[in-house]
């Protein structure tokens, strides 16, 4: 099993800057694909960015492509993603996921077995 902890999200003007860290318990996290997640209200989950085993290989969703950057320390069991410029639109709450059982990219939060809690992050403009 893996435990997941979100944390730094927060309130942020548009156009700047948030760090959200997922801390992950277990001893499967360094052969887990590790995702970010975001549901705004009324909306579907959606896809933001994950990372592979080795943090070798990273996707992510059009929408934050040279913006957010996502990154992993295998040794601390952490995962980030650093948001920059920051839009309105990128309000929602912010969701570390796992997968354990495959060693393939996948932007289906229905293949993601783990979650964390979620973080908030506001961005007013």
């Known amino acids: 099993q893996v435990q997941l902890v979100e944390s730094g999200g927060g309130l942020v003007q548009a156009g700047g800057s948030l760090r959200l860290s997922c801390a992950a318990s277990?001893?499967?996290?360094?052969?887990?694909?590790m995702g970010w997640f975001r549901q705004a209200p009324g909306k579907e989950r959606e896809f933001v960015a994950t990372i592979s085993r080795s943090g070798l290989n990273t996707w992510y969703a059009d929408f934050v492509k040279g913006r957010f950057t996502i990154s992993r320390d295998n040794a601390k069991n952490t995962v980030s993603l650093q948001m920059n410029t920051l839009k309105p639109e990128d309000t929602a709450v912010y969701y570390c996921?796992?997968?354990?059982?495959?060693?393939?990219?996948?932007?289906?939060?229905?293949?993601?077995?783990?979650w964390g809690q979620g973080t908030q992050v506001t961005v007013s403009s």
């Open positions: 277990g001893r499967t996290f360094n052969r887990s694909f």
């Open positions: 996921a796992a997968l354990t059982y495959d060693n393939s990219f996948t932007s289906r939060a229905s293949d993601y077995e783990y």
